[in-house]
């Protein structure tokens, strides 16, 4: 929450050091992407003189060897297609380019927090700018105070300064688990349990369309604020997804925690492919992130020593969790299970949860034997 002043200041030192970043990620492209310490050679001498400190200038060298970095690993993984199709070869003929008002990392030596005043000091191409206020929830300025280690990135985005700190949380514990709660992850309920938790869809999967119908007004204009606006926009779809994640994941693993019972998810692995569906389903699908409720799942689970085990979920719908009978047929619709073996009607997503969880428990079992000593 920096004043007028105080974020005029702010914003030009971020528009600086990026205006540095493009131009070391310019000297690094003709130079065929030299090492970090080689890329200092050519480029910290220059940096000083455009007005960046000692550590501003290193960490301006270093994030554009990340970058460069992250891109060769992208490449690699074929995230930018293959070698001859166009996203690739335009990335790579040209050197990274930073945004005026990209992140640029912040060591304690630039930048030192104030917790009990809530405000930091922080380094800036008028120098150093004291008591700039943040602000932050109860529960991140504890996590703050314990544990915020490293670097800190500053970032702009529409007209608001982030900082953005790393939090190095160690894991509590493991205890062993009194059985297992499986997770059933689907489009109509985005997340079912085993005991009876429901995260259903609807309301999200409203304010979906609602935000869809919003986009394609907006694309049709074409104009730059249109464009801005969108931007925005999406940010603020991810935003409403990711805090949706956090209020399942939360509830997901408070519950096994104060039952002592461990988690049972599918492996999400290739979800995209496994899936098939209409149309307009799969935009739900794409937007409703389910890989990164599975990541929320995992590190709270890690973070509360909640035991968590990855299954396979093949068959987990066509199976009756009463009988084990397995038969295409016995999912008679998105809701309803009805078993042609035993005739168990069940309600399709918490029969899928329970065999989650009893393949949990089997892969946990099986784990715990291989992990006991054999006795000479
Ligand atoms: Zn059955």
């Known amino acids: 929450m920096p004043d007028a002043v105080q974020a005029s200041v702010l914003g030009r030192t971020l528009r600086t050091v990026n205006e540095a970043a493009n131009w070391v990620s310019e000297v690094a492209f003709e130079h065929g992407v030299p090492r970090e310490y080689e890329l200092r050679k050519h480029t910290y001498a220059e940096l000083k003189a455009r007005g960046l400190g000692a550590q501003a200038a290193q960490h301006t060298i270093k994030k554009v060897c990340d970058a460069y970095t992250t891109l060769k690993a992208n490449i690699r993984a074929g995230n930018l297609g293959r070698e001859d199709s166009r996203r690739r070869r335009r990335a790579e003929s040209k050197p990274v380019v930073f945004r005026p ?9 630039c930048l030192s927090w104030q917790y009990g005043q809530r405000t930091v000091s922080v380094w800036t191409v008028d120098g150093r700018v004291k008591n700039v206020p943040f602000v932050c929830s109860a529960d991140a300025l504890r996590m703050l105070q314990a544990y915020r280690q490293g670097e800190s990135d500053l ?4 007209g608001v300064f982030y900082l953005v700190a790393t939090c190095d949380v160690p894991e509590a514990e493991q ?30 999967n409203r304010y979906r369309k609602r935000q869809l119908a919003l986009r394609a007004k907006l694309q049709k204009k074409r104009t730059k604020s249109a464009r801005r606006r969108l931007k925005a926009r999406a940010r603020k779809e991810a935003r409403h997804a990711a805090n949706t994640n956090h209020i399942i994941s939360k509830t997901i693993v408070t519950e096994a925690e104060r039952t002592g019972r461990g988690l049972s998810l599918e492996e999400l692995k290739g979800i995209r492919n496994r899936v098939r ?7 739900a699908l794409h937007s409703w992130a389910f890989a990164q409720l599975g990541d929320f799942v995992v590190y709270k689970a890690k973070r509360a020593g909640v ?12 199976t009756c969790a009463e009988c084990g009978h397995v038969d295409k047929r016995n999912r008679v619709d998105q809701g309803l299970f009805i078993c042609r073996g035993c005739g168990v009607v069940a309600h ?13 428990e089997s892969v946990w079992n099986a784990g715990r034997e291989s992990r006991v000593p054999a006795t000479p």
């Open 277 to 283: 569906l209409r149309k307009p389903q799969r935009v």
């Open 101 to 109: 008002e990209a992140a640029q990392p912040y060591d304690d030596r």
């Open 348 to 360: 399709a997503d918490r029969n899928a949860s329970h065999n989650i969880a009893t393949r949990g």
């Open 307 to 318: 035991p968590l085990v990855l299954v396979d979920p093949a068959y987990t719908s066509q």
């Open 175 to 204: 205890y062993e688990p009194d059985g297992f709660i499986g997770i059933d992850l689907g489009i109509v309920n985005i997340a079912t349990t085993s005991t009876g938790y429901q995260a259903a869809g609807r309301g999200l």
């Open 155 to 158: 970032v702009e985005r529409d």
